[in-house]
């Protein structure tokens, strides 16, 4: 009815944010770092505030963003993109995502995605009145090791919910909530069945530059032919440390980009212009600075997702290990917690901590939900003390 938004409801961070400021509980709940991205690019922000940047934008970016967008993602993976008519510039990945399928798909289209998935994407799905078809992703465990879970693509899964149907294939690596970074031969498969029914892949990449162990992230939009069907989405939020600016971008084929472009000036027109100059000199970054900063930051980003996996396995959780991102996934059962969302709910009273239950990024009813109703996410994106009084506190749980 109305006010009730059907399937658009508060997100869980909201919630579990308000928990942690009412509760003074350490917030490992939802994924903002708590240390700022680099000084030299904050400067370049106050430097165009300065400098009276502080008109509209061009609807489709600065242009020497979206060359930026454009050489980047040529020095890292190859693909070229047009400036002029195959970028455009978004109010952070989740503008780029939720105008993508607003131009793509609508009622009696299917959208696919991997669950558990980025809550907005089941929203905006609803809100282009097209029907969201969840495909969960594996729960393995490496070497016969129980206590040793991880996530993976599960091919037949995805194939058993692909359809004629299916407009966008939703595609997210490194995966939120689960840290799953998707092969190659992970992606040929998608790319087939993509291919096959004619649908857009439409690939969310924020964590594009954070995985760990030697995990390489591998565009879709590399592989042979896919070019021509992926919008790739991505932002500086995660690769900056900077989440509060909003800055994302979408790259693909100038007819694909062009259908974004057309939602986008009905949702925000254009995004905010001062902060556009600054992320493109940090990706262009000529002088390696960022680069450095990248580096850095993934090194500190494993230290502290080790730090709080093997705080979660001393405390008793199954932990699945990421390979990126900013969250460790968790299983409470082993504990004897079999309700995720209740173990959070209570979590900030029982021992001063907030997480996230992973049921929030799944459809009430789904498999995926059935099989990880007892999983919780944490994130490691905390200073290294904060992470540590977290693992401090969820010891007393057992
Ligand atoms: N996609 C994923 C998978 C995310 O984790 C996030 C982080 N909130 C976003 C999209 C949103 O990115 P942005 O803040 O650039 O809109
Ligand atoms: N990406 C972050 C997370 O998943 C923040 C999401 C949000 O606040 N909407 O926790």
Redesign the pocket.
């Known amino acids: 009815g109305p006010g009730d938004g059907g399937a658009v409801r508060p ?1 869980i ?2 919630e579990m ?1 308000a928990l942690a400021a009412r509760t003074g509980a350490v917030n490992l ?4 770092p708590d240390v700022d991205g680099p000084a030299h690019v904050v400067e370049a922000a106050r430097a165009a505030l300065a400098a009276g940047r502080n008109q509209y934008a061009p609807g489709d970016g600065v242009p020497e963003l979206r060359r930026a967008v454009a050489a980047h993602q040529e020095r890292h993976y190859g693909l070229t993109w047009d400036p002029d008519t195959e970028v455009l510039v978004t109010t952070g990945a ?1 503008e780029a995502i939720a105008a993508a399928v607003l131009a793509l798909a609508g009622p009696g289209d299917d959208v696919v995605a991997l669950e558990p998935a ?3 994407y089941a929203a905006v799905t609803a809100m282009a009145g097209a029907r969201f078809r969840p495909a969960p992703l594996a729960l393995r465990s490496d070497a016969g090791d129980p206590a040793a879970p991880r996530f993976a693509l599960d091919v037949a899964a995805l194939r058993a919910v692909v359809s004629e149907r299916t407009r966008v294939i939703l595609l997210n690596t490194p995966h ?2 689960t840290g799953t970074v998707l092969t190659a031969d992970d992606l040929a498969a998608v790319a087939r069945l993509a291919t096959e029914v004619g649908a857009v892949v439409v690939t969310d990449e ?1 964590y594009e530059h954070l995985t760990f162990d030697g995990a390489v992230h591998v565009p879709l939009a590399t592989l042979p032919g896919m070019a021509e069907r992926t919008l790739t989405v991505s932002s500086a ?2 690769t900056l440390s900077l ?1 509060g600016w909003k800055v994302g971008w979408v790259t693909g084929p100038a007819p694909l980009v062009t259908a974004v472009r057309t939602v986008k000036q009905f949702l925000t027109y254009t995004s905010g212009a001062p902060l556009q100059p600054a992320v493109a000199a940090a990706l262009a970054d000529e002088d390696g600075r960022v680069a450095a900063y990248v580096a850095g930051l993934r090194a500190s980003l494993a230290r502290r997702r080790d730090l709080l996996a093997a705080g979660l396995r001393a405390a008793g959780f199954d932990v699945a290990m990421p390979a990126g991102g ?2 460790v996934v968790a299983d409470a059962a082993p504990l004897g917690f079999d309700d995720g969302a209740r173990l959070c709910r209570e979590l900030p009273d029982r021992v001063g901590v907030v997480a ?1 239950p992973v049921a929030a990024f799944c459809q009430a009813g789904s498999p995926a939900a059935a099989q990880l109703r007892s999983w919780v ?1 944490f ?1 490691h994106v905390k200073r290294d003390d904060v992470v540590a009084e977290g693992v401090r506190r969820l010891a007393r749980l057992a």
């Not at 709940?29 to 903002?32: A, H, I, L, S, T």
Request: glycine share 14%; net charge positive.
């Open positions: 997100t961070f909201a944010s709940g939802q994924g903002f989740t980025y809550d907005s939120n909530p924020v939020g995660k989440t900013y969250f996230v996410r994130t």
